[in-house]
């Protein structure tokens, strides 16, 4: 199963579009799975990664992790946050009851609403 794409990252008071590219590159002209561009308020994903979805969602938290120290002025390296996303996303997917307080919280955080 695919997993849905969100078409908006929001962080604080800043959105970012969230863009499928096919062969996606990097500066350098290298491929990769993923660019936050935050001038450009868009977060990149590689049209491959949406047949991964372990890859997809590491990609997708690796970008927010990138949004999340630009607006916060964290000062992460690159790697400190692929180390931050990959742990992350361990622990997520080794602990399924830790997503699901998450997923209640966001259910909570809608109702309030
Ligand atoms: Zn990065």
């Not at 491929?31 to 990149?44: D, P, V």
């Not at 992460?76 to 990959?86: I, N």
Request: charged share 25%; net charge negative.
């Amino acid at each position: 199963m695919k997993p849905a794409l969100p078409t908006q990252l929001k962080v604080g008071p800043h959105r970012y579009t969230v863009e499928v590219v096919p062969d996606l590159r990097n500066e350098a002209g290298a491929a990769c799975w993923g660019q936050f561009r935050g001038e450009e308020q868009r977060l990149l994903i590689d049209g491959d990664a949406l047949n991964r979805p372990v890859m997809l969602a590491e990609t997708m938290l690796h970008e927010t992790v990138h949004a999340l120290d630009k607006h916060y002025a964290l000062h992460l390296s690159e790697d400190r946050v692929r180390v931050l996303c990959t742990a992350l996303l361990s622990a997520l997917l080794d602990n399924p009851g830790l997503w699901a307080v998450v997923e209640a919280a966001a259910g909570a955080g809608k109702e309030a609403k």
